[in-house]
């Protein structure tokens, strides 16, 4: 069940999508939880991490370096050229600039994994710019989006504590505490991920779905091109700073797949349910995109010799 939510999830969260536009009234109540939503979905995250993912970190500091400096300046720099380019609603240029500060998703995971590229790497990026997230989305939002409407930093940065570190923490230590237990309900926590996310869209699109009658197209061109850019420049990026072909995937899809529930749910709880907008076609997008485009790498396998790092990194976790 939980590999075939995770293969048709794009299809999943679009349907999902489309439904709450057209009867958005059901799902309205949905919306006081997508905080505690994305909690689940970060303490199944925690369950996951084991000590080998976090020793990435001393093994191989050069690309993974590179790859969250990549996340964090590709994505923003991206929003801020498509936001001053476009006369955009204040509360629709927040959410652009929200999903282009928030941290690497957990779906990249797993797109890496089927574009044959450097898994322990793609989750060693994942965990530390989800980490630093609370520093560093707060001042980037305030950076770009102050402009547009006022940014309460220090709540922002709580809500990110509260949201993704400290279950994460706890997820982390389930699993060091209770690892049968953990053992036992893994193999659910793609089903359970893909479940919680879809009712955070549903929630989240249900609350915008007069704004997506209205500037949708809008939207979801700027969203087409904000996951373009990051996917296109995250592997600019890893190429000229010299990483291996199977690195650069990894790379590549961190930088260009965000964590829009986490956007989302940012922007319902310090902006308006319309900044929520761009996270929730964001959501949809990425998964699609980088479906199509693992689908193209899995057929063209990086070289052996490109490859070693990941095994060896594999066989180590």
Same mark, same amino acid.
Do not use: C
């Given at each position: 069940m939980s590999r075939i939510a995770g293969t048709w999830f794009p299809v999943i969260v679009l349907a999902a999508g489309a439904?709450?536009?057209?009867?958005?009234?059901?799902?309205?109540?949905?919306?006081?939880?997508?905080?505690?939503l994305l909690m689940v979905i970060m303490l199944g995250m925690g369950m996951t991490l084991r000590g080998a993912d976090f020793a990435l970190v001393a093994k191989r500091p050069i690309p993974l370096l590179i790859g969250v400096l990549a996340q964090f300046i590709i994505m923003p720099l991206a929003a801020l050229l498509l936001v001053s380019v476009f006369?955009? @609603?204040?509360?629709?240029?927040?959410?652009?600039?929200?999903v282009a500060a928030a941290p690497g998703g957990t779906a990249s995971n797993v797109i890496v994994y089927l574009a044959k590229g450097d898994v322990a790497l793609s989750v060693a990026m994942t965990s530390v710019?989800?980490?630093?997230?609370?520093?560093?989305?707060?001042?980037?939002?305030?950076?770009?989006?102050?402009?547009?409407?006022?940014?309460?930093t220090v709540g922002m940065f709580i809500s990110i504590v509260q949201i993704v570190i400290i279950p994460i923490i706890v997820g982390v230590l389930t699993r060091r505490l209770l690892p049968g237990l953990v053992?036992?309900?893994?193999?659910?926590?793609?089903?359970?991920?893909?479940?919680?996310?879809?009712?955070?869209?549903?929630?989240?699109?249900?609350?915008?779905?007069?704004?997506?009658?209205?500037?949708?197209?809008?939207?979801?061109?700027?969203?087409?091109?904000?996951?373009?850019?990051?996917?296109?420049?995250?592997?600019?990026?890893?190429?000229?700073?010299?990483?291996? @072909?199977?690195?650069?995937?990894?790379?590549?899809? &961190?930088?260009?797949?965000?964590?829009?529930?986490?956007?989302?749910?940012?922007?319902?709880?310090?902006?308006?349910? &319309?900044?929520?907008?761009?996270?929730?076609?964001?959501?949809?997008?990425?998964?699609?995109?980088?479906?199509?485009?693992?689908?193209?790498?899995?057929?063209?396998?990086?070289?052996?010799r490109e490859v070693a790092g990941v095994s060896e990194e594999r066989s180590g976790r």
């Amino acid at each position: 069940m939980s590999r075939i939510a995770g293969t048709w999830f794009p299809v999943i969260v679009l349907a999902a999508g489309a439904v709450a536009v057209f009867v958005p009234g059901a799902f309205l109540p949905v919306a006081p939880f997508i905080n505690p939503l994305l909690m689940v979905i970060m303490l199944g995250m925690g369950m996951t991490l084991r000590g080998a993912d976090f020793a990435l970190v001393a093994k191989r500091p050069i690309p993974l370096l590179i790859g969250v400096l990549a996340q964090f300046i590709i994505m923003p720099l991206a929003a801020l050229l498509l936001v001053s380019v476009f006369n955009l @609603e204040a509360a629709i240029a927040v959410g652009v600039i929200l999903v282009a500060a928030a941290p690497g998703g957990t779906a990249s995971n797993v797109i890496v994994y089927l574009a044959k590229g450097d898994v322990a790497l793609s989750v060693a990026m994942t965990s530390v710019s989800t980490l630093v997230a609370p520093v560093l989305t707060p001042l980037i939002v305030l950076w770009i989006a102050n402009s547009y409407l006022a940014v309460d930093t220090v709540g922002m940065f709580i809500s990110i504590v509260q949201i993704v570190i400290i279950p994460i923490i706890v997820g982390v230590l389930t699993r060091r505490l209770l690892p049968g237990l953990v053992d036992r309900i893994i193999d659910w926590l793609p089903l359970v991920s893909v479940l919680v996310i879809t009712l955070v869209i549903l929630a989240v699109v249900a609350g915008s779905a007069e704004t997506i009658l209205t500037s949708g197209l809008i939207v979801a061109g700027l969203v087409v091109a904000l996951n373009g850019l990051g996917l296109l420049l995250g592997y600019v990026a890893a190429r000229l700073a010299g990483l291996d @072909e199977a690195a650069r995937r990894a790379v590549t899809f &961190e930088v260009g797949m965000q964590n829009s529930g986490l956007a989302a749910g940012l922007a319902r709880t310090h902006f308006t349910p &319309e900044a929520a907008l761009p996270a929730a076609l964001f959501s949809v997008w990425h998964n699609v995109t980088g479906a199509m485009l693992a689908s193209y790498w899995s057929r063209k396998p990086p070289k052996p010799r490109e490859v070693a790092g990941v095994s060896e990194e594999r066989s180590g976790r």
